[in-house]
């Protein structure tokens, strides 16, 4: 939790200048990617692999496509709406060229 915190802290600190073990410094931002650091633990023992989740890339498909089409639905009724109510009507341009 700590080691989060840390993280938090630097991402925080941006540009403003990068904290190290000796407190904040100056320098280039570094972008802070979440990841496991510690790969032992106190006493030296191996940590166990992270749980692994099968099948992320189809779940993720599964819930952005959906939520995509209703978006796009809602977006054509919305625009339809608009130009019933003659809020927003695009203007037919003659391409005569």
Known sequence: MAG??????AAAAGSRGRVGPGGLRSGPAVTV?????ETVSRSGAILPKPPKMPFGLLRVFTVVIPFL???T????????????????????DDDDD
């Open 33 to 37: 990617v979440p990841s496991r650091s």
């Open 73 to 92: 639905q809602i977006s054509k009724n919305f625009a339809a709406l608009l130009e019933e109510h003659d809020i927003f009507v695009p203007e037919d």
């Open 4 to 9: 989060l915190g840390g993280r938090l802290l």
């Open 69 to 71: 089409y209703i978006g």
